[in-house]
């Protein structure tokens, strides 16, 4: 994705490890607003937080 000063991207991955090594790149490439979820979606999940997907045939929420 191009940087875009004006939206915030938040990256993630299953452990977070990955989605840090995202966000640096992001941030080289001069995107301020790049962030990564620590912990990855694992800890977001264990945390007990609501996930939603989107279905790729509907472009449609799920609830994970």
């Given at each position: 994705?191009?940087?875009?000063?004006?939206?915030?991207?938040?990256?993630?991955?299953g452990?977070g490890?990955?989605s840090?090594?995202?966000?640096?790149?992001?941030?080289?490439?001069?995107?301020?607003?790049?962030?990564?979820?620590?912990?990855?979606?694992?800890?977001w999940k264990?945390?007990?937080?609501?996930?939603?997907?989107?279905?790729?045939?509907?472009?449609?929420?799920?609830?994970a």
């Open positions: 994705l191009p940087p875009d000063e004006s939206r915030r991207v938040v990256v993630h991955c452990s490890k990955r840090a090594t995202a966000c640096e790149h992001r941030l080289a490439a001069g995107s301020p607003r790049a962030a990564h979820m620590g912990g990855g979606i694992a800890e264990a945390a007990g937080l609501r996930v939603i997907r989107i279905d790729a045939a509907t472009g449609k929420p799920i609830l």
